[in-house]
């Protein structure tokens, strides 16, 4: 059964700083993976998704990484803003499933002034 | 037009009342899916609609009931709900839903674009 795990739960940085936040998954055998962001009561906004077969993609300040092998992906911020407050979720879609995406728990980023 | 839409924002019902949420998307998506969120935890999945059709139940309870009357427009019919059934409801749809070898050989990215979600509190 695959998990999604994303380490740390929470950030808290200084304005301006860059940051990495990690995700995890057990069974490497994913069609591709996608990480969103989420306001508080808000629904989900899709930020990068990276197939299978890719290696990064990157958007604007924003940039995704995937080791499928490892089972690791990274999304590196640089030059966070207040703005960028908000939980990061990152989520899997399985070789074999049909749109089921398996969501990691999140980081909840916090960029202070 | 590149948005899901969900009405209402919020909804307030009480365990005996019958409510639905509604789902629209005009991207052509022909895969709609319904999730549930609880506080600080992740979206699950309830539902799958593939071109019109019921493809994934998550052993979800029967005061939950989909419709899919379009490939355009997604319900979520609700009835006799508990209070532990207060979330955010959220409704996603993605251009194309099937096996992944289908999927690789056509290139096509499945890509879940979701809703601002309905925040749902049952007294």
């Known amino acids: 059964k695959q998990e999604v795990t994303q380490i740390p739960a929470a950030l808290s940085v200084p304005e301006g700083e860059n940051l990495v936040l990690n995700c995890s998954f057990t069974?490497?055998?994913?069609?591709?993976l996608q990480w969103f962001r989420q306001d508080p009561g808000k629904g989900l906004t899709s930020l990068l998704l990276i197939q299978s077969s890719q290696r990064e993609q990157t958007s604007g300040r924003l940039n995704a990484s995937l080791d499928k092998s490892s089972g690791r992906s990274t999304l590196y911020i640089a030059a966070s803003q207040p703005g960028d407050s908000a939980t990061y979720l990152c989520?899997?879609?399985?070789?074999?499933?049909?749109?089921?995406?398996?969501f990691g728990k999140g980081t909840k980023l916090s960029v202070k002034p | 037009d590149t948005e899901v839409t969900q009405t209402p924002k919020h909804l307030v019902m009480g365990m005996t009342n019958k409510k639905s949420l509604k789902c629209e998307q005009h991207m052509g998506h022909r895969a709609m899916y319904w999730y549930k969120q609880k506080a600080k935890k992740p979206p699950e999945l309830m539902f799958v609609y593939s071109y019109e059709k019921l493809s994934i139940n998550e052993s979800v309870p029967s005061r939950f009931s989909p419709e899919c009357p379009n490939s355009s427009l997604l319900n979520l019919h609700l009835h006799a709900l508990q209070p532990e059934d207060s979330a955010l409801y959220l409704c996603?749809?993605?251009?194309?839903?099937?096996?992944?070898?289908?999927?690789?050989?056509?290139?096509?990215?499945?890509?879940?674009?979701f809703g601002p979600g309905t925040r749902l509190t049952v007294l």
């Open positions: 989520a899997v879609l399985n070789g074999g499933s049909q749109g089921n995406l398996i």
């Open positions: 069974d490497s055998a994913i069609y591709n």
């Open positions: 996603a749809s993605s251009p194309l839903v099937g096996r992944a070898p289908f999927l690789s050989q056509h290139g096509l990215k499945v890509c879940l674009f």
